[in-house]
Structure formats: C-alpha cells, structure tokens
C-alpha cells in the first residue's frame, strides 16, 4: 500500500474543552520522537490550540490503530477513550481538512485569524524537529498560501463574531487603557476559551478561575490566563475592573451585595460582561453607579450582525478551496514519482559522465574550451532525452496513472525506500 497524508483529531465539535485537555501533548517534543519511532509515520505535523488537538501523517494508512496506540501512550490515556472522539480524514480528505482550517471554515468561529499563525508555528516546529518531510511540507506550504489567499480574497476575517471576541472588543472600546486594568475571566467552557483567546491575542493579562481550580489551571494552560481559586476571587471584587462570566451556573455568581460592597471601596468604575445562558450575573448589578454591564443578549445582537456579514463569503471560499484540491491533489501525486524522475537522471548522467571521461581519454583531448564544449553537448543530448518521458511520467503521476509509475520503477530498476 502507497504511503498517504492522514488527519486524526480530537476537536470542539466532538469534545468539549475540559474533555480536550486529556488529549493534548504536555512535551511535543517527545510526542514527535514517539510518533516516528513507534506509530509507522515517515512523517508527523502536530497542531494544538484550545479548541483541537491533530495530528497530520504521511505513511501506510493502514497504520491507523498504530497512531491510536502511540497516541494513547503519549496522553496517558486507555484506547478506548478515542472511540466517542476521533475523527478521521485520509488522502484528499486530510487535504480538505486543512485548507479549510487555514481558510478559518472549520474553527469554532468562522473566519478565526488565529488558527493561520498556529498551523504556521506547528509545520515550522516539525520542520526543526525534522518530524516534516517533502510531503508534509508541500502540503503545509500550499495549504498555507490558499488560507492566506482565501481571507484576502473573501474578508472572511474581517469582524469579530464570536460572543468572545466581541466583548472582549466592547471592554475595549469602553475602558481606556484594557492592558493596565485587573481583569477577571469566570469559566472555563467554549465562551470562555473565546474571551481568553481574544484577550492572550491583544497581548492583555488576565485572571481565570472556576469551582475547581485544577481545571482553572488546566485552561489556563491551553487557552491562557493566571489561575486563581475561586473563593478568593469571589470575595474580593473590588481589585476587579472589567469582570468576564462565562459560565453554566444556575444560579448568580454575581450578586448586587457582593458587588454593591466592592463599588464602595473603588473610586473607579468597573464593567461587567455576563456571556452565561443563563444569566449568572444579578440584573440589578446594572443599578450600581459606576457600573457598566452587557449580557448575553446584547452582545449577541451585535453578533449576528457581524455573523451576517461573514457568513455571506463562506460560499466564495468554499469555491476557492474546491478550485484548489485538485491542483494540491496532482502536486502531492506528483511527489511520488520525484524521487524515481531523480535517480533516473543521476544514473543516466553518471553513466554520461563515466563515458565522456573514456572518449576524452581515447581523444587525448587537453584543451578545456573543448572540454568543455563536448561536455555541454552530451549534457545537451542527455536533456533532449530523457525530459520528454519524465515529464510524460509527471504527468502521468499527477493523474493518478499508478500503471505507468509501476512500469517505470521496473523499467529503470528503482528500488522505494521502505
């Protein structure tokens, strides 16, 4: 079976955050040495952010329980806690896959600008672990310009549409200043994960906390943030100048005597933005002088507008992304005939060579000029050649002809690398 690019992830849209923190790779740097040494990949690019966990491969596709295995291993996980989890993509499947992920159509917001850098950071990490080879490189290279070419072409990017983002925007617009103020992130779900990327991506330092601190700790690992207990936070509102509550409390985190007790000890105002459905901030906090309060609602209103406007292109960049597979489809076919295209010409020019140097001697030939002359011609000759049938068998290649590929390797006696 011919080697082949293969996706496996564990992502927001199977698993909530909390759930892929149990995925996630503490040291990438010996998960990479794992997953060459022991999953059956020639090659591996790892891509982590707060919202998946992936693993992009080039190898023998039938070496999927292999990934799951080195995988688990490396997690500290029982195999069976991919079945719910996993998904997978192979071939022109995986291609799919990350030009939609570098195009922002597969992130939990459409058009996120985020995921472009990371997929960046991640083939240049494999590349210095040298866990990236001529595929994966091709493949990231290509899928990277198409991303980028898609947000320019579309303005898919343009706006914030996440509940996140767009408060983290109105704190901005409302506070002078955002980076200098103390600011407190309740939760630790989806809406949360998108304030503290908004907030880790304008450079702003945060607070984070929820019931349990270890999960506190543990999204502030992946999503950003300092982790703090609840109970003193909760107590001790009045360092606080903008306060995010993202949560799914039944009840209000957030009361008027908590907060009215804080307000008398500030000569400052604060702003508050309660993201919870349902709300977990007191509606009468809003009475509170010196107090500026948004709720789910009324961003989300701003929301759709932007939503709206973005969704309105995700057409047009799925037109560019179809226009696109077929060109990566017969550039990676093309990959695997390279190698064969190359070692043709080496043998047949070393053979040229071997020749060359016979008929110079049998010449007595000294004078370099025509050396050099009868050298370039035999060059010349060789080009004329052989260029024909190896562009005949890259294109072959491109569509897909694995007959044509076969006959050559026999042809010329070319022995794959296994």
């Given at each position: 079976?011919?080697s082949e690019?293969?996706n496996?992830?564990?992502?927001?849209r199977?698993?909530?955050i909390?759930?892929?923190?149990?995925?996630?790779?503490?040291?990438?740097?010996s998960?990479?040495?794992?997953?060459?040494?022991?999953s059956?990949l020639?090659?591996?690019?790892?891509?982590?952010?707060c919202?998946?966990?992936?693993l992009?491969?080039f190898?023998?596709g039938?070496?999927?329980?292999?990934?799951?295995?080195?995988?688990?291993?490396?997690?500290?996980?029982?195999?069976?806690?991919?079945?719910e989890?996993?998904e997978?993509?192979q071939?022109?499947d995986a291609y799919?896959?990350?030009l939609?992920l570098?195009?922002?159509l597969d992130?939990?917001?459409?058009g996120?600008?985020?995921?472009l850098?990371?997929?960046?950071e991640?083939?240049?990490?494999?590349?210095?672990?040298?866990a990236?080879?001529n595929?994966l490189?091709?493949l990231?290279?290509?899928a990277?310009?198409?991303g980028?070419?898609v947000?320019?072409?579309t303005?898919?990017s343009?706006g914030s549409i996440?509940?996140g983002?767009?408060?983290v925007?109105?704190?901005?617009?409302n506070i002078?200043d955002?980076?200098s103020?103390?600011?407190l992130?309740?939760?630790t779900g989806e809406?949360?994960?998108?304030?503290?990327k908004?907030l880790k991506?304008?450079?702003?330092d945060f607070?984070?906390?929820s019931?349990t601190?270890e999960r506190s700790k543990?999204?502030?690992?992946?999503a950003g943030g300092n982790?703090?207990?609840?109970e003193?936070?909760i107590?001790?509102?009045?360092?606080?100048d903008?306060?995010?509550?993202?949560t799914?409390?039944p009840?209000?985190?957030?009361?008027?005597?908590r907060?009215k007790e804080?307000?008398?000890?500030?000569k400052?105002?604060?702003?508050?933005?309660d993201?919870s459905n349902?709300?977990?901030v007191?509606?009468?906090v809003?009475t509170?002088?010196k107090?500026?309060?948004?709720?789910l609602?009324q961003?989300?209103?701003?929301?759709?507008k932007?939503?709206?406007t973005r969704?309105g292109v995700?057409?047009a960049?799925?037109k560019?992304i179809?226009e696109e597979?077929p060109?990566?489809?017969?550039?990676m076919k093309?990959l695997?005939?390279e190698?064969?295209?190359?070692n043709?010409?080496?043998?047949?020019?070393?053979?040229r060579i071997?020749?060359?140097?016979k008929a110079?001697?049998m010449?007595?030939?000294?004078?370099e000029?025509?050396i050099?002359?009868?050298?370039?011609?035999t060059?010349a000759?060789?080009e004329?050649?052989?260029?024909?049938p190896m562009?005949?068998?890259r294109?072959a290649s491109?569509q897909g002809d694995?007959?044509?590929?076969?006959t050559v390797?026999?042809?010329?006696d070319?022995?794959t690398?296994?």
């Open positions: 079976m011919t690019v293969i496996a992830r564990v992502t927001f199977k698993s909530p909390h759930m892929l923190e149990r995925f996630t790779f503490r040291d990438i740097d998960a990479y040495e794992s997953f060459l040494k022991h059956g020639q090659e591996c690019v790892l891509l982590q952010t919202n998946r966990v992936e992009f491969g190898g023998n039938e070496n999927l329980e292999r990934i799951k295995k080195t995988w688990a291993s490396v997690s500290g996980l029982e195999e069976n806690a991919f079945k989890n996993l997978i993509s071939g022109v799919q896959h990350l939609k570098t195009s922002g992130s939990l917001v459409v996120e600008e985020q995921i850098g990371q997929i960046k991640s083939i240049n990490a494999a590349r210095q672990m040298r990236s080879g595929a490189n091709t990231f290279d290509k990277i310009r198409v980028a070419r947000r320019q072409a303005g898919i343009k996440s509940i983002s767009m408060a925007k109105l704190a901005e617009d002078d955002l980076k103020k103390k600011i992130l309740i939760g809406a949360a994960s998108l304030v503290a908004s991506k304008r450079g702003i607070d984070v906390t019931r601190f543990s999204f502030a690992e992946t982790p703090v207990r609840f003193n936070t107590a001790n509102f009045k360092l606080v903008v306060l995010f509550v993202a799914i409390a009840y209000f985190l957030v009361t008027y005597d907060i804080a307000m008398e000890s500030r400052n105002g604060m702003m508050i933005m993201l349902p709300r977990t007191d509606e009468n809003a509170i002088k107090i500026k309060m948004m709720n609602d961003i989300a209103e701003m929301v759709d932007n939503m709206r969704m995700v057409s960049a799925e560019i179809n597979i060109v990566m489809e017969a550039a093309r695997e005939v190698p064969i295209v190359k043709v010409f080496k043998e047949i020019d070393q053979a071997k020749e060359l140097k110079l001697q010449l007595g030939e000294k004078d000029q025509k050099r002359i009868i050298d370039q011609l060059q000759i060789v004329d050649i052989i260029s024909v562009n005949n068998l294109k491109e694995s007959e044509i590929l076969k390797t026999k042809l010329f070319y022995k690398k296994e």
